[in-house]
C-alpha cells in the first residue's frame, strides 16, 4: 500500500486499488464507491466549477461538520439517528383503487415467518388497525402489501404492530435483513451454548437412578438447570412465543403454538418436581425443544434463501438514485428515481441499471438485457433507439429522454406482474389451507387423549406428559405448509431467468394439461416487423395522390400497418390529405375524402363494396420472406394494393416441429389473408392453417378445438388476440413492446422466441413433479410419524428433530428443481 495517497473526499489512506475518477483531466481518488459518489453529486451540488476547490467551499465544510463526510478514522464509527424517515419514503406505488379511495399502498419485507399460519395471522391482526383497508402477505416470498388511508394509518404504526406479534417489517431495500439474520444467529448460538451445559448437567442428574445422590447433590445439579433452561426459554423462545399468542389470539394455531404448549408443559411439570426434590426433571428436553426449533429455523431460512436468490436479485434490479438533467444540471444531478417523470432527461453510464423505459438522445454503446429476456449477450445501442429499464449498460454513456417510469416502466410492470403471481393460490394450496386450519386443533385434542389414556393405562404423569409432548411436535404440519409456496418461487424465478414472465401461476398446471397448440401469425411465428416492398397503383389514380389520402387515414392509427404507411408517405415528402369521419375495424379502417368512401384493409374488409377485386400478387415465398397484401379502395374502386414484407422468427420452424414430435397439436390462424397464411403453414409444416380471421373469430377457432376435448394454448399477440387468449385454457403472449398491464395472457415471452414455449413446457413438468413429490413427503411424514408417537418408540427429542428434518426435505427436494433445471 502506498501510505502517502489519501481518499480525495474524506482523506483517509487508500491502496492501490482505490476507486478512481477522472474530472478535469485530473484522476481523483476514492477509498470506496460511497466516498466516489457522495464526491460527484456534492461537487455538483456545490456549483464549484474546478474540483480542486470542491473543499474549499461551504457544502463541504457543512457535511464535515454534520458527519456525513469523516475527518479521521476515528469519525467512522458509527453512530445512532434519532431522525425519522420522511413520510414519502414509506410507501411504494399507489394501486388504481387505492387512488379511487383515497388509500396509499405499501409494500414491506417481513422475516420470521415460519408457517403459512404467520401470514395468516398478519393479515387478520393488521385488517383491524383503523385505517387500513387491504392486506396480503405472501409467506412463500416474505412480503406483505397493505393499503391504507394515510390519515387514520401510517407505515410505522403498521410496521410497529408486525413488529410486536414477533416480526421484523421493513421496507424493501433496507439493510434490516442482514442485522436480523445476525441477531438470529446469535439467539440460536447463545441458546445452544446453554443447552450443552443443561444437556451434561441432565446427564449427572439422571445418574441418580442408577446411583443414591444426596440432597446435596440433587439440590447442586437441578438448580443450575433450571436457571439455564429458564434463560434459554426466556431469550431463546421469545420470538416462537410472541407468535404463538398471535395466533392463539386470531385461533389460528402453528408450529409455534406446539412448541410452546410442549415446551411450557415439560418446564412446568420440571419446576414442580424440582420443588419436590425429585429428579425426575425433563427441562432437557424443554430446552432442546427451542434450540432445535431455532436450528432448523437457521437452516432452513439459509435454504430458502437460495430458492429465492435469483427472484431477489430480480427485485433488486431497480435502482435508487438517476442521474436526472436539467437546465441548471446540463450534465445531470443525482436524485431518487421516485422524482423522475415522463419526458425527463437522464444519464446513464456504464454498469449502471438503466431506471426507466426511454428514447435514447445522445450515446453509442452496447447493453445486457438478460435480466428482462433470459438471454446473455451484448445488444448495441445508439441515439434513435429504444432502451428498456432494467438493463445493465456495458458500455457507453446514454442521455435518455424518460417515456415509461415507475410503475409503468417495464421493469415496474414485471415487477409487479409477479409479486401478483406470487401472491396468487393453486387450487390444491388452497385445499392444503383448509387443511392445517383444522390439522393443528386435532393434534392438541390427539395429544390430550393420548395423555389421559397413558394416565388411566397406569402411566406416571411424567411419562404421559412426554408421550403427549412427543405427538405434539411430531405432527406439526411445517412442511405440509411449504410444500406448494417454495415449489411455486422456485418455478416463477427460474421462469423469469429464462425470461419468461409468469402471470397466473395455475399456468403450471395448464401447462402440463395442455395437448394442442394454436399460433397467432404476425409477431409471433413471424417478426412482425413489417415493411412496405412495393405499392402498386391502379388507373386512374396517381401515387402521389393515394399515398397522401392513405396517410391521411391513418393518421390516428398505431397500428404497425399504419405507421408503416405513414413512414413511406413522408419518405416520399407527401403531406397527410385531410380525411373525414374515420372509423376503425377489427380487419380495417375507413373515412371519407372529399366526399368519396376510402378503405384500408383486408381483402374481405374491401370486399363489402367491391365485388371484384383481382387475387393477391403473385409472391415468391421462401423459409425467409414472407409477403402480405393490403388493399385499398377510394370512391368505390379499387386504387392500390400495398406489398408488406415479414421474416419468420429464429427457431419458429423448430418449434413447431418439436411440438408435432412432442404430441401436440398445432394449428396456425392469422388476420392476413388466406393464401398467405396457408403458405406460411407449408412453410412450418402446419397442416390446419386458417386465414381472414378476426380476433373474435379466434376465439370461435379455439372453442371448437375445446369442444372436441382438447386443452388448448393459444400463442399470439397480448393485446390484438385478447379474445382467443381468454377463450384458451393456457395464454401465452409474445411480447411486442407494448404495455405489459394490458396483455390478457398467462404468461409472456419477454425475448419473442417461440423457443421459450418448449422452456416453459419442460419447466411446467418438474415444478408440477417437485408439489406432488413435496406433498407426497408431507403427507408419508404425517402418516409414519403420528403412529410411532402415539406408540411412545420416541422422544421428544428425537420428535422435533424429525419434524425439522421433514421440513428441510422438502425444501431441499425444491432446491434439485433449481440444480436440475439449471443443468437441463
Same mark, same amino acid.
Given at each position: ?60 465544510? $457543512? ?88 390519515? $387514520? ?10 413488529? +410486536? ?8 431495500? !433496507? ?11 446469535? +439467539? ?76 411450557? /408443559? ?57 442521474? +436526472? ?43 445486457? %438485457? ?138 403450471? %398446471?395448464?401447462?402440463?394439461?395442455? !395437448?394442442?397448440?394454436?399460433?397467432? $401469425? ?6 412482425? !416487423?413489417?415493411?412496405?416492398? *412495393? ?84 409472391? %415468391? ?11 385499398? /379502395? ?15 422468427? !429464429? ?77 384458451? *385454457? ?31 413446457? *419442460? ?59 439449471? *443443468?437441463?
Amino acid at each position: 500500500m502506498h501510505t502517502n495517497l489519501t481518499c480525495d473526499l474524506c482523506s483517509l489512506p487508500v491502496d492501490d486499488n482505490a476507486f478512481t475518477s477522472v474530472l478535469t483531466r485530473k484522476t481523483y481518488r476514492f477509498c470506496c464507491i460511497g466516498c466516489k459518489q457522495v464526491f460527484h453529486m456534492l461537487w455538483e451540488a456545490s456549483d464549484a466549477g474546478d474540483p480542486e476547490q470542491f473543499k474549499e467551499t461551504e457544502l463541504f465544510e $457543512k457535511c464535515r461538520d454534520m458527519g456525513i463526510i469523516p475527518s479521521s478514522e476515528n469519525n467512522l464509527s458509527p453512530k445512532e439517528s434519532n431522525a425519522s424517515v420522511p413520510f414519502a419514503n414509506n410507501f411504494v406505488g399507489i394501486s388504481q383503487k387505492a387512488a379511487l379511495e383515497h388509500t396509499l399502498a405499501l409494500n414491506l419485507k417481513v422475516a420470521g415467518m415460519w408457517c403459512l399460519a404467520c401470514a395468516w395471522v398478519l393479515e387478520e391482526m393488521l385488517k383491524k388497525l383503523p385505517g387500513v383497508m387491504e392486506v396480503s402477505c405472501n409467506f412463500s416470498t416474505d412480503r406483505l402489501r397493505c393499503e391504507y388511508n394515510p390519515i $387514520k394509518s401510517s407505515p410505522d404504526q403498521i410496521i410497529s404492530t408486525i413488529n +410486536r406479534l414477533g416480526y421484523r417489517a421493513a421496507i424493501p431495500g !433496507d439493510e434490516f435483513e442482514t442485522n436480523l439474520k445476525r441477531k438470529e444467529f446469535i +439467539r440460536f448460538a447463545f441458546s445452544a451454548f446453554l443447552t450443552a451445559n443443561v444437556m451434561m448437567l441432565s446427564f449427572a442428574l439422571y445418574s441418580g437412578f442408577i446411583i443414591r445422590l444426596t440432597p446435596a447433590a440433587v439440590y447442586k445439579l437441578s438448580w443450575p438447570i433450571f436457571i439455564l433452561t429458564s434463560i434459554i426459554l426466556v431469550y431463546g423462545g421469545a420470538p416462537i412465543y410472541r407468535k404463538a399468542w398471535a395466533g392463539l389470539n386470531m385461533a389460528v394455531f402453528g408450529m409455534e403454538t406446539l412448541i410452546t404448549i410442549g415446551a411450557f /408443559s415439560a418446564y412446568s411439570y420440571s419446576t414442580f418436581n424440582l420443588f419436590a426434590g425429585s429428579i425426575h426433571l425433563f427441562y432437557d428436553t424443554a430446552a432442546m425443544l427451542i434450540t432445535l426449533t431455532l436450528l432448523g429455523k437457521t437452516i432452513e431460512r439459509k435454504a430458502l434463501d437460495s430458492i429465492h436468490e435469483d427472484l431477489k436479485n430480480f427485485f433488486s434490479l431497480k435502482p435508487n438514485k438517476v442521474k +436526472r438533467c436539467s437546465q441548471e444540471s446540463p450534465n445531470g444531478r443525482y436524485v431518487s428515481t421516485e422524482v423522475l417523470r415522463k419526458e425527463d432527461v437522464f444519464m446513464i453510464e456504464t454498469d449502471e441499471i438503466v431506471p426507466a423505459d426511454g428514447l435514447i438522445l445522445e450515446g453509442t454503446g452496447s447493453v445486457d %438485457e438478460s435480466s428482462l429476456t433470459g438471454e446473455a449477450r451484448p445488444v448495441k445501442k445508439s441515439a434513435g433507439n429504444r432502451i428498456r429499464s432494467g438493463t445493465l449498460i456495458l458500455r457507453g454513456v446514454y442521455r435518455v429522454r424518460a417515456e415509461g417510469v415507475g410503475e409503468n416502466s417495464t421493469l415496474g410492470q414485471m415487477i409487479s406482474i409477479m409479486e401478483k403471481a406470487l401472491q396468487q393460490k393453486a387450487p390444491l394450496e388452497g385445499k392444503t389451507d383448509r387443511i392445517l386450519r383444522f390439522f393443528v386443533p386435532m393434534i392438541l385434542l390427539l395429544a390430550a387423549a393420548t395423555g389421559l389414556a397413558c394416565l388411566l393405562s397406569g402411566f406416571t404423569f411424567g411419562n404421559a406428559l412426554i408421550r403427549s409432548v412427543t405427538v405434539l411436535v411430531i405432527a406439526c404440519p411445517c412442511a405440509l405448509g411449504i410444500a406448494i409456496p417454495i415449489a411455486r418461487v422456485a418455478g416463477i424465478s427460474l421462469a423469469e431467468k429464462k425470461g419468461i414472465l409468469v402471470r397466473d401461476y395455475s399456468a403450471f %398446471e395448464q401447462a402440463v394439461k395442455t !395437448d394442442a397448440f394454436v399460433f397467432d $401469425k404476425t409477431g409471433t411465428l413471424t417478426k412482425g !416487423d413489417w415493411s412496405i416492398l *412495393d405499392v402498386q397503383i391502379m388507373e386512374p389514380f396517381s401515387r402521389e395522390q393515394i399515398l397522401s389520402v392513405a396517410a391521411g387515414l391513418e393518421t390516428y392509427s398505431d397500428h404497425y400497418i399504419a405507421a408503416q404507411i405513414k413512414r413511406h408517405a413522408e419518405k416520399n415528402s407527401l403531406l397527410p390529405a385531410a380525411v373525414e369521419q374515420v372509423r376503425c375495424y377489427q380487419n380495417g379502417v375507413s373515412g371519407l375524402f372529399k366526399n368519396k368512401a376510402v378503405k384500408i384493409g383486408s381483402k374481405d374488409f374491401i370486399l363489402e363494396d367491391l365485388p371484384n377485386i383481382p387475387i393477391d400478387p403473385a409472391v %415468391e415465398n421462401t423459409s425467409e420472406a414472407i409477403q402480405s397484401t393490403v388493399y385499398m /379502395s377510394l370512391g368505390n374502386q379499387l386504387c392500390a394494393l400495398f406489398i408488406f414484407g415479414d421474416v419468420l422468427r !429464429d427457431k419458429a420452424s423448430e418449434t413447431v416441429t418439436r411440438l408435432h414430435d412432442r404430441g401436440y397439436g398445432v394449428a396456425l390462424v392469422s388476420g392476413d389473408g388466406d393464401q398467405t397464411t396457408r403458405m406460411i403453414g407449408k412453410i412450418l409444416s402446419i397442416k390446419n392453417a386458417s386465414g381472414g380471421q378476426q380476433p373474435r373469430d379466434k376465439a370461435f377457432f379455439i372453442r371448437d378445438l375445446q369442444k372436441d376435448g382438447n386443452r388448448v394454448a393459444m400463442v399470439g399477440d397480448g393485446v390484438n388476440d385478447a379474445p382467443a387468449l381468454v377463450q384458451a *385454457d393456457l395464454a401465452i403472449a409474445v411480447h411486442s413492446g407494448s404495455h405489459l398491464g394490458k396483455e390478457a395472457a398467462d404468461i409472456t415471452l419477454m425475448r419473442g422466441s417461440p423457443e421459450q414455449i418448449l422452456d416453459y413446457l *419442460d419447466l411446467a413438468k418438474l415444478v408440477n413433479q417437485k408439489i406432488h413429490q413435496n406433498l407426497l413427503l408431507s403427507f408419508l411424514y404425517n402418516t409414519i410419524s403420528i403412529p410411532i408417537a402415539l406408540s411412545g418408540l420416541l422422544t421428544p427429542l428425537v420428535a422435533v428433530s424429525a419434524m425439522l428434518l421433514s421440513s428441510l426435505s422438502v425444501i431441499g427436494n425444491t432446491l434439485l428443481l433449481k440444480r436440475r433445471y439449471k *443443468d437441463s
